[in-house]
């Protein structure tokens, strides 16, 4: 944490190629102090790690990720799903996962565009926001439209309850820990 508290500049995490983006300090520290919601930067950080653990795997060909800066739905909805749309295309995977803030709370999707069938986690069991379930389902469309499928239809979606059979939000201390562990991550990185 002293190493975090001393540097001057922002925590650079290596993206594909020779791309990068930077951490703030002050998000670090927030997380770190649980002084804040998380942030947008600090579920890049969370693709980040979980794209290298599928590479590691050897699991890369199956999983793809979408950078939650590119799609919260307060920002621009027609960007949001073209982008989404783009990468749906461009990288032609199974599943693509897609963290995204919420008011302040991170959820989880999983979309799956051969199969047309979304996943919706939240740790709070809340159902997902119109506009991000218009934005996924447009992203859906278009990349059928793009793959040239003739058989259009609304994408399924699926919530935590019909994936897990309990929609119970996690306690305060579950919360926290996976905080803790996050915090812990990045610093071993610095």
């Not at 993206?15 to 998380?38: N, V, Y």
Request: hydrophobic fraction near 40%; charge should be positive; aromatic fraction near 10%.
């Amino acid at each position: 944490m002293l190493k975090i508290m001393s540097r001057k500049d922002d925590v650079k995490f290596k993206l594909e190629g020779d791309a990068f983006f930077s951490l703030p300090t002050r998000d670090i520290m927030e997380l770190c102090l649980k002084t804040q919601d998380l942030r947008v930067s600090i579920l890049r950080v969370w693709v980040v790690y979980m794209k290298h653990l599928c590479t590691r795997l050897d699991k890369s060909h199956m999983y793809g990720f979408i950078d939650p800066n590119f799609i919260q739905p307060q920002t621009d909805r027609v960007g949001s799903q073209c982008y989404i749309t783009e990468k749906l295309v461009e990288n032609d995977k199974d599943c693509f996962f897609v963290p995204y803030l919420n008011n302040h709370h991170w959820q989880l999707l999983i979309i799956e565009p051969k199969t047309q069938n979304v996943i919706f986690l939240c740790s709070m069991g809340l159902r997902p926001d119109k506009n991000i379930v218009l934005i996924v389902d447009s992203a859906i469309n278009g990349y059928n439209m793009l793959k040239g499928s003739r058989k259009q239809r609304k994408p399924t979606w699926k919530t935590t309850l019909t994936v897990f059979g309990d929609s119970t939000p996690f306690h305060e201390d579950e919360v926290s820990n996976v905080q803790e562990r996050l915090a812990n991550s990045i610093l071993e990185f610095v």
